[in-house]
Structure formats: C-alpha cells, structure tokens
C-alpha cells in the first residue's frame, strides 16, 4: 500500500507541473507539497503518520499489535482515495513530431523545434482535447502520458503546422517550450 501511495502522489506532483524536474521524491515530502500546493483534507497528514509509523515498525522491528496494523491499513486507504480524487489533467502524447512554420504559407520550416500534439483528459475521462506545443526534445513516444513540465527560458513565436486532415493550423501566437517527461519513466 506504501508502494501505490507513494507511486501516486508523485504522479499526481508530476502531472500537476509540481515535481520541478525531480524523479523521485518521499512519500511524507510529496504529501507536504500536494498540501500546499493543492490543499488536502486536514486529516490526511495525520493519517498518513499514523501509516507511516506502523509501517517502519512493521518493516523494521516486526513489532505490531493487530488493532494497529488494521489502523494503519484504514490510514492507508483513507490517503488513496482523497489522491485519486484530487482533480488533474492526463496528457498523452498524440503526435510526438509536428514539422512547424512561422508563416502560414508553410515555406519556412522552424529549425529545431518541433511540435508535440497532446490529447489531453480529465481523471474521469469525462472530456478530451488536443493541444500542440512547442519543443526541442525528441524523446516523445505515441501513447505515452508526459508530465506536465516547461523550459520557461525558451519561448517560440507565432507558428503554424499541416494537421492530420492536411489543413494548415495556427498552432500558438507564442508559447514556453514544453518539456514533459514519460511518466512511466520516473
């Protein structure tokens, strides 16, 4: 339960734009940030101590009484549903290299960047869209959820694209490069 606890909130720091290009972070610093980053119940932090202290006794001294470790498992549960209520976005890449032009005429190719194409979904997957930013890297896969990470210090002008239906598109008036990494991958 620690596992999928954990796996989750630094899931849901990532597709936020909250785990500011970490990898990983601990279970009790991810909770402390979701709580002032996006506000939690305030009986989370004290249930997810009470989890947490069971937890280290159980792992490191086997030393627990029945009625604690059911606490604990009660504590557990209580922390994954409030996480997996907590409203979020799920960005997928659609389309990982979109050629892009600064003019709507499409003769003059924007050199190193591309375009990524994320289709975009709520938690629920109650309602879908399409966004396209702009980008260097090139490690993005079709399929794949990508956090929601940018490079502020890189900002692209007005561009456009030939989208699937070969229609010229605008694609931004400008736009922070965006620089999202697989989730899978963290």
């Not at 937890?55 to 001294?61: F, M």
């Not at 003769?107 to 260097?136: C, M």
């Not at 959820?145 to 002008?157: A, F, K, L, P, S």
């Not at 989208?163 to 490069?177: C, Y």
Request: proline share 4%.
């Amino acid at each position: 339960m620690a596992i999928e606890i954990e796996k989750l909130a630094g899931e849901i720091l990532a597709t936020t734009g909250h785990l500011d290009g970490r990898r990983f972070i601990p279970l009790t610093q991810a909770i402390t940030e979701l709580d002032k980053k996006l506000g939690l119940p305030r009986h989370i932090t004290s249930s997810l101590r009470l989890f947490w202290e069971t937890r280290n006794r159980l792992i490191h001294g086997g030393d627990g009484r029945d009625e604690d470790i059911l606490r604990a498992i009660d504590s557990g549960l209580k922390i994954l549903k409030v996480l997996q209520t907590i409203p979020r976005e799920i960005n997928v890449v659609y389309n990982p290299s979109v050629i892009l032009y600064s003019d709507p005429e499409l003769t003059t190719r924007i050199p190193n960047i591309f375009g990524v194409i994320l289709e975009t979904r709520d938690i629920k997957g109650a309602s879908k869209s399409f966004q396209i930013f702009p980008t260097t890297y090139t490690h993005f896969k079709k399929g794949h959820q990508v956090t929601w990470e940018w490079n502020m210090n890189n900002v692209v002008g007005q561009a456009w694209y030939r989208d699937s239906d070969d229609l010229v598109q605008g694609a931004w008036a400008s736009s922070t490069e965006f620089i999202g990494r697989h989730l899978d991958e963290l």
